[in-house]
């Protein structure tokens, strides 16, 4: 499972985040989505953990935290789901 990070600087690096996550546990992963059109970050990213207790660490201790002038929405991700119409024409 992964954390989900949301009110995200747009000048946020993925180091940045693995940085501020190190402090509690092992980060696996960090991916910062790009708009497809702007080429920018979308504000918002993922943080995968070694472990369950590390995740749950991570989330008590940051959501709602002030980061780079920003008020963190830190909590568990919920699976991707199929967004699109199923319209067929």
């Not at 990213?45 to 207790?53: C, K, N, Q, T």
């Not at 830190?74 to 199929?82: F, L, M």
């Amino acid at each position: 499972m992964s954390i989900y990070v949301g009110n995200l600087s747009y000048e946020v690096k993925e180091d940045d985040l693995r940085h501020v996550f190190a402090e509690y546990g092992t980060v696996k992963n960090v991916q910062l989505p790009i708009d497809r059109e702007t080429g920018r970050m979308r504000g918002f990213g993922f943080v995968e953990m070694e472990s369950d207790a590390q995740e749950t660490a991570a989330i008590e201790a940051l959501d709602n935290a002030e980061w780079m002038g920003r008020s963190l929405k830190v909590n568990k991700a919920k699976p991707k789901t199929d967004g699109g119409s199923s319209r067929r024409y």
